[in-house]
T-cell receptor
């Protein structure tokens, strides 16, 4: 079975600093997808970034980048130049390739950006 | 605008009542999903549908039912058999975005049992 582990329940960062949110995963599938979502206090889940297991390069989307280390089974999210609006819950998720192709989520990390 | 809508945003239910949560999408996606989120937790899959008139149980389907009569709609009914229904419910649809096959979420419905 697939499993996602986020070991940081909460993170506090000063505005404009970079922050790394940790995510490790476990799967026996050779092919999988890794996602990061942001959940502000309003509740909606906002897609941030995606990394395929066979992608050669780390994914980047604006201020977001994914530090993908396949051998270590880690997929850490890096946010550069943090902003007050980045304060939210962040979830790492893995997608099954077969069957339902559901997302398996970690417990999340609550990020707080201090002014 | 293309997207996923859920209604209502807040829902209060008395014990013993069934309630139905609405999920509509105009993204032309085939697959749709219902997830449940408890406070401080990640999401867990309740039901999913990969095509009209077909749906499958997810990890926590007991006490819930769904239908998929139209591509755009995937309503979730929380029945009186669900022992602890107070939670945040998120609907998603899956389709090809600019980074490949991705799930997109609606704004959610917060259900409270009184």
């Amino acid at each position: 079975a697939q499993k996602i582990t986020q070991t940081q329940p909460g993170m506090f960062v000063q505005e404009k600093e970079a922050v790394t949110l940790d995510c490790t995963y476990d799967t026996s599938d050779p092919s999988y997808g890794l996602f990061w979502y942001k959940q502000p206090s309003s509740g909606e889940m906002i897609f941030l970034i995606y990394q395929g297991s066979y992608d050669q390069q780390n994914a980047t989307e604006g201020r977001y980048s994914l530090n993908f280390q396949k051998a270590r089974k880690s997929a850490n999210l890096v946010i550069s130049a943090s902003q007050l609006g980045d304060s939210a819950m962040y979830f790492c998720a893995m997608r099954e390739i077969q069957g339902a192709q559901k997302l398996v989520f970690g417990q999340g990390t609550r990020l707080t950006i201090n002014p | 605008d293309g997207g996923i809508t859920q209604s209502p945003k807040y829902l209060f239910r008395k014990e013993g009542q069934n309630v139905t949560l609405s999920c509509e999408q105009n993204l032309n996606h085939d697959a749709m999903y219902w997830y449940r989120q408890d406070p401080g937790q990640g999401l867990r899959l309740i039901y999913y549908s990969q095509i009209v008139n077909d749906f499958q149980k997810g990890d926590i389907a007991e006490g819930y039912s769904v239908s998929r009569e139209k591509k755009e709609s995937f309503p979730l009914t929380v029945t009186s058999a669900q022992k602890n229904p107070t939670a945040f419910y998120l609907c998603a649809s899956r389709g090809w975005g600019n980074v490949g096959d991705t799930q997109y979420f609606g704004p959610g419905t917060r259900l409270t049992v009184l």
